[in-house]
């Protein structure tokens, strides 16, 4: 695992057997690199996802205080 250059920094390789033409073959292993940018990616993601639905959810009570207030202010004005 460690003698593959690529795999050298991770040790991550697979070996597949090949039931057909009975061949073993070595699956390319993941690299650390690809691994930290899909993770960091997915992160950010997240984080961009979590922005939208805090200011929708800022936008969303500032309308239902909105409305408090103008049901208030009506059932003050008819007494």
Do not use: N, Y
Request: charged share 30%; proline share 1%; glycine share 6%.
């Amino acid at each position: 695992q460690k003698t593959v250059a690529d795999c050298s920094p991770t040790g991550f390789i697979e070996r597949i057997s090949c039931t057909g033409s009975k061949r073993e073959e070595f699956k390319s292993c993941r690299s650390a690199v690809m691994e930290a940018r899909v993770f960091w990616k997915f992160v950010g993601t997240m984080m961009g996802t979590a922005a939208v639905f805090a200011v929708l959810v800022v936008c969303r009570q500032r309308v239902l205080d909105r409305k408090a207030l103008e049901k208030v202010r009506k059932q003050i004005e008819s007494i």
